[in-house]
């Protein structure tokens, strides 16, 4: 089993909808969560971070932490096909420095 | 203000032959990574450097190499290259993102798309 598992997609969604993007882990001392965007053939773009349980809201995103069920969650609210991209979450111990653990990304595509 | 710059950004490579990738960030931070990307394995770190004069082995470092060469640039060579090293190679830099909790994160390059023959 993966340390953190995300659903590849593609995940192909209408302007405007709502798009929930989730990934599981495995290893209950992770404490910090962050959402990376990337546009094909692009590095990585650092979209949210999250230290704690619950919701974090920035805009049209979302990230939600449930620690207790090891699941994290990013929700895009009036989607745009700006939005398209593969979206990859990443996961630490929240101590500085210490390596990042990623989950291999969701490709989106939201249709115009 | 470039941030993190890598070269080349493609390269095509015969098994056996080496080359080295090169990563130059200008933002003065400590920490530099080496990650590979490839489909369906998310991003695999190579090898990392805490600060100058330091390197320390990720979860996948056989077959490479790295130079922290100074502050700015950290080297990736791969001496022999074979098939398996064919991917994406991305650097990054570990940056403060402010916040009364002291919240990080990766600033990346835009990647060196190597294949290897």
């Known amino acids: 089993q993966k340390e953190v598992e995300q659903d590849p997609g593609p995940l192909s969604v209408p302007e405007g909808a709502i798009v929930s993007l989730n990934c599981t882990y495995s290893?209950?001392?992770?404490?910090?969560f962050m959402w990376y965007r990337q546009y094909s053939r692009k590095g990585p773009e650092l979209l949210m971070y999250?230290?704690?349980?619950g919701n974090k809201e920035d805009g049209r995103f979302t990230a939600q932490v449930d620690k207790s069920s090891k699941y994290i969650s990013l929700f895009i609210r009036d989607s745009q096909p700006s939005d398209s991209a593969t979206y990859l979450c990443?996961?630490?111990?929240?101590?500085?420095?210490?390596?990042?653990?990623f989950g291999p990304g969701t490709r989106l595509s939201v249709l115009p | 203000n470039a941030g993190v710059t890598q070269t080349p950004k493609f390269q095509v490579l015969k098994t056996g032959q080496s080359m080295t990738l090169q990563c130059a960030q200008d933002?003065?931070?400590?920490?530099m990574y080496w990650y590979r990307q490839d489909p369906g394995m998310g991003l695999r770190l190579i090898y990392y450097?805490?600060?100058?004069?330091?390197?320390d082995k990720g979860e996948v470092p056989n077959g490479y190499n790295v130079s922290r060469l100074n502050k700015r640039e950290f080297s990736l060579r791969l001496e022999s290259a074979a098939p398996s090293q064919t991917s994406v190679y991305f650097c990054?830099?570990?940056?403060?993102?402010?916040?009364?909790?002291?919240?990080?994160?990766?600033?990346f390059g835009s990647g060196t798309r190597l294949t290897v023959v």
């Open positions: 990443a996961m630490t111990v929240f101590d500085y420095g210490q390596n990042f653990v």
């Open positions: 290893n209950s001392a992770f404490q910090y």
């Open positions: 999250t230290y704690s349980s």
């Open positions: 933002m003065n931070h400590n920490s």
């Open positions: 450097s805490a600060s100058e004069g330091t390197t």
């Open positions: 990054a830099t570990l940056t403060t993102l402010g916040g009364d909790k002291g919240n990080y994160g990766y600033t």
